[in-house]
């Protein structure tokens, strides 16, 4: 097991590997995601499919769906069913 420090302050918008580094934006943060992440392993040419976590309402957004994307590619304009 690893440990993997950054140094971050979200309010001004900064992240670094190092306490004293340049301080001017997230681009440490997020190539330290993608380079310890795994990609998906889901085929973006199946149809879409999703495994559901949970399930809720707001009064303006409407329905919310959170979970995880199996296959397939999810875009604004598709109608979701949940079976």
């Known amino acids: 097991m690893f440990y993997i420090y950054i140094y971050t302050q979200g309010r001004s918008?900064?992240?670094d590997k190092n306490m004293d580094?340049?301080?001017?934006d997230m681009k440490a943060l997020l190539d330290t995601i993608?380079?310890?992440v795994p990609p998906p392993k889901g085929d973006p040419a199946k149809p879409f499919s999703m495994s559901?976590?949970?399930l809720g309402s707001d009064?303006?957004?409407g329905r919310l769906?959170?979970?995880s994307i199996s296959s397939g590619?999810?875009?604004?304009?598709?109608?979701v069913r949940l079976l």
């Open 59 to 61: 009064h303006f957004l």
């Open 34 to 36: 993608v380079e310890h």
């Open 52 to 54: 559901a976590v949970m």
């Open 65 to 67: 769906l959170t979970g």
């Open 21 to 24: 580094g340049p301080r001017k």
């Open 73 to 79: 590619i999810a875009r604004y304009t598709y109608t």
């Open 13 to 15: 918008g900064w992240a």
